[in-house]
């Protein structure tokens, strides 16, 4: 049988960081793409990863490359090309620069592995994932974006610790645009299956759901050369593995929302069925008012982001 292959484009800290995670899982042989300044780094970094391999003992194959020739025939694309933020800096400050990356990227992988499931990582996340659907013009079920799964994460690791908790036990959903607007889920919020209302007041439920919207300035501000990757790369790898394995596991991620939950034609992080065929259905509750008030202020977020964007790479 053949292996999958998964093709990262990027492979700074996120791509790097989610080939070491796929190598290892096993989840396909990776090819590892990046137009650097020094031409041979990504060979350098797909050689030392294969190198762990007899250690950590998995057979995937990680090949470095400069050219999409390597990467032709992908079943699953990641992209993480672009500038990541500093101190400072909102995810929004990087639209200029990572549209542009993200279109060359788009239309090289467009040529090259016409068939594949494509996750975008590159930030600001939901105007770049609308920016490679734009340039490649793949069917929107086959693009989408990493956000959800990583926010979640972020909640459910502050919930664990706030109530002592093994992360296991703690089953969450944030949906809405990765940033400041994400809306929080609480009626989709348990641990060990007991509803988190049960368990912590509103106001401290408040609190912790703030410090997820704000976990990756949080790392930003730590690292203060660059933001988050580990937790990224890991979510991102579960997104591939959903697919590689044609898993349907239902997790909240950017996908293109056109009459569902009334959005209109943008990327916003709703829950998903996650498969071999990428989305393959997106979820539909029914909000109450308040989350539905949230929602909307973040679709608005969105739009306000994308129009920027649509007007800068026309002009
Ligand atoms: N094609 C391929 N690779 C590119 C291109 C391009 N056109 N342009 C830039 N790159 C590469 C850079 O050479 C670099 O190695 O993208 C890589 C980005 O890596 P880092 O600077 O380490 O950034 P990282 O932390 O990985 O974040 C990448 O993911 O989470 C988001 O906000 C983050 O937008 C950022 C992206």
Redesign the pocket.
């Known amino acids: 049988m053949r292996r999958a292959k998964i093709s990262i484009?990027?492979?700074?800290?996120?791509?790097?960081t989610t080939a070491h995670w796929c190598a290892a899982a096993e989840l396909g042989d990776v090819v590892l793409?990046?137009?650097?300044?020094t031409e041979d780094?990504p060979k350098g970094k797909a050689l030392d990863l294969r190198q762990s391999s007899p250690i950590m003992g998995f057979d995937s194959a990680v090949v470095g490359t400069t050219s999409y020739d390597d990467t032709v025939d992908s079943d699953v694309v990641v992209v993480?090309?672009?500038?990541?933020?500093k101190p400072g800096m909102s995810?929004d400050d990087?639209l200029a620069t990572?549209a542009k990356?993200v279109s060359?990227?788009a239309e090289q992988v467009a040529k090259t592995s016409p068939n594949a499931v494509v996750i975008l990582?590159?930030?600001p996340?939901d105007a770049?994932v609308q920016r490679f659907l734009q340039v490649s013009k793949f069917p929107s079920c086959r693009v989408l974006g990493q956000a959800g799964v990583l926010d979640t994460a972020r909640y459910r690791t502050f919930l664990a610790m706030e109530l002592g908790v093994s992360v296991e036990d703690v089953s969450a959903l944030l949906m809405g645009g990765h940033g400041d607007t994400m809306v929080p889920m609480p009626s989709c919020t348990s641990v060990g299956g007991i509803p988190i209302r049960r368990l912590l007041s509103e106001e401290r439920l408040a609190e912790i759901v703030d410090r997820a919207r704000k976990g990756g300035a949080e790392i930003v501000s730590l690292l203060k050369t660059?933001?988050?990757?580990y937790a990224?790369a890991a979510a991102t790898a579960q997104m591939v593995e959903a697919v590689v394995k044609d898993k349907k596991r239902l997790i909240p991620c950017a996908a293109y929302c056109d009459k569902e939950y009334g959005v209109g034609g943008y990327y916003v992080g709703v829950p998903i069925i996650l498969g071999s065929g990428g989305v393959e259905k997106i979820v539909e509750l029914k909000l109450d008012e308040q989350e539905q008030a949230d929602f909307n202020k973040s679709v608005d977020a969105v739009k306000e982001l994308v129009a920027a964007m649509d007007k800068l790479m026309a002009g």
């Open positions: 484009i990027g492979a700074g800290n996120v791509g790097a793409l990046d137009i650097p300044a780094m993480t090309a672009g500038i990541a933020r995810r990087l990572n990356i060359s990227v990582v590159s930030n996340l770049m660059g933001s988050a990757y990224p």
